[in-house]
């Protein structure tokens, strides 16, 4: 099946400070989405991003489907983004069908 | 507008027992999916329902059982509860169609089993 590693595995920033998570997956997708899993274990879908470039206030991704990555940009970092930062592919036309990739620990600190 | 939500939030049950876990999609969703995340892993799709019948199923014994009702709600079942099995359970829900539906999580049902 698919791979799906992300980078780096664990983060530490203080408050402020600018980050990107990378995404690399080993073959072709539908479909790319990023979640964030506040520590409370609540899943929050950020992006839905197949292909290009969105934004939404301080976040930003940009998936290359013909490199196999796809990029978070997380600026002026809060303590609230703190979690675990998920991308999830789906590959064979089952839109709820994901396979997760292994995550990024994000701690940011006062 | 409800999200998705889940029942009970905390389980805890014995090795050999059975358990039962809800969930009722966001409102206008109509496809159920379930997870499980073990500790300090990514989710892994057990299987997903829509129009009450299972669609797709991943890597997961029959042990593992669900239902989906006219409603949309569903459930997840697991027979001969495994010390492995101790995990987050989460369900989401999605819009129907092919690849361009985001998906919404509920909160989660923590089991645990002794």
């Known amino acids: 099946g698919i791979q799906v590693e992300q980078s780096p595995p664990d983060l530490i920033l203080q408050e402020g400070a600018n980050s990107t998570l990378r995404c690399n997956f080993s073959d072709s997708v539908n479909n790319l989405q990023w979640f964030h899993q506040n520590p409370w274990g609540q899943l929050i879908n950020l992006f839905y991003i197949p292909s290009g470039t969105k934004q939404n206030g301080r976040l930003s991704a940009t998936t290359v489907a013909t490199e196999r990555y796809s990029l978070l940009y997380i600026s002026s970092s809060q303590t609230t983004d703190s979690g675990v930062y998920f991308c999830a592919v789906e590959t064979d036309g089952t839109a709820s069908k994901l396979t997760f990739g292994t995550g990024t620990r994000l701690q940011v600190t006062l | 507008d409800a999200g998705v939500t889940q029942s009970p939030t905390h389980l805890i049950k014995t090795r050999g027992q059975q358990v039962t876990l809800r969930c009722s999609p966001k409102?206008?969703?109509?496809?159920v999916s379930w997870y499980q995340q073990a500790l300090g892993q990514g989710p892994q799709f057990i299987f997903q329902?829509?129009?009450?019948?299972?669609?797709q199923r991943g890597n997961f014994p029959d042990r593992f059982s669900g239902h989906q009702f006219p409603n949309y709600s569903s459930e997840l079942n697991v027979n001969a509860l495994l010390l492995g099995d101790s995990a987050l359970y989460l369900c989401a829900s999605s819009l129907p169609g092919v690849g361009n539906s985001p998906l919404h999580f509920g909160n989660g049902t923590r089991l645990t089993v002794t």
């Open positions: 409102s206008g969703h109509d496809t």
């Open positions: 329902y829509y129009e009450e019948e299972e669609r």
